[in-house]
């Protein structure tokens, strides 16, 4: 158990359809980051988010579209993907900011492995 | 361009004996590093971590050992067990300014009985 959940872990979906992922963190962080993991490839940077405010977009298409409506949820809605989206999507969180002492290390939820036909 | 490099993407090593896995890093600005694991069907797990004041951090059976003047690092995990075999990925990041962490590609450690 990370404290960070996500669901779902597995999602097959059409190019046409609009689907979100979920992730859900219980560790009292105020970051949230999702990644992107493709085959042979260092997880991707996607999107990161302070305190509900997006802080990175890492030159993310706009067909996801990330959201964060408090600082222990985090959404990754899609739509019209394509086969090259095909991949493992991580979530992670971290406590950052001024009451911070030192660096803290991000923990990371299990992951959605996501499948476009 | 990769500013985090995992030149190796497995590694065998017997029961008992030592694992080494290195990281080499380009970005001068980076300032703190991290390991994680990572199991089949699960998300990476933090392992440990050090800071650029530091040249060595010990936690139990792993080390990670920083050369900052070659900007790289290492891990030594003594003595190694079956229960090591994962994938293992370093990270990077520079402390200020952004929340921008770098991963490297991973290396796949299996540890034979």
């Known amino acids: 158990e990370t404290g960070v959940t996500q669901t779902p872990r597995h999602l097959v979906m059409g190019m046409t359809n609009k689907k979100s992922l979920k992730c859900e963190q219980h560790l009292g962080h105020n970051a949230m980051y999702w990644y992107k993991q493709s085959a042979k490839k260092p997880l991707e940077l996607m999107f990161v988010y302070n305190f509900k405010e997006q802080t990175e977009n890492n030159s993310v298409p ?9 600082s222990s949820h985090l959404f990754l809605h899609l739509h019209t993907l394509q086969p090259e989206d095909s991949a493992l999507y991580l979530c992670a969180s971290s406590q950052e900011g001024w009451k911070v002492l030192s660096p803290q290390p991000q923990h990371f939820g299990d992951g959605t492995r996501l499948s476009i036909l | 361009d990769q500013q985090v490099k995992q030149n ?12 080494i896995l290195n990281c080499d890093y380009t970005n001068s600005m980076f300032d703190y590093f991290l390991w994680y694991k990572k199991y089949p069907a699960e998300g990476p797990t933090f392992l440990i971590s050090i800071s650029s ?50 991963f490297g590609t991973g290396t796949r450690l299996k540890v034979l009985a």
């Open chain 2, 53 to 102: 004041i530091k040249d060595k951090n010990e936690d139990g059976r792993f080390t990670v050992f920083l050369n900052k003047s070659a900007k790289h690092l290492s891990l030594h995990i003594v003595p190694s067990q079956p229960g090591d075999s994962a994938v293992y990925f370093c990270a990077a990041r520079a402390t200020s300014g952004t929340y921008k962490y770098i």
């Open chain 2, 8 to 19: 190796s993407p497995s590694l065998s090593v017997q029961e008992g004996r030592i694992s």
């Open chain 1, 62 to 70: 706009s067909r996801f579209s990330p959201e964060c409506p408090n």
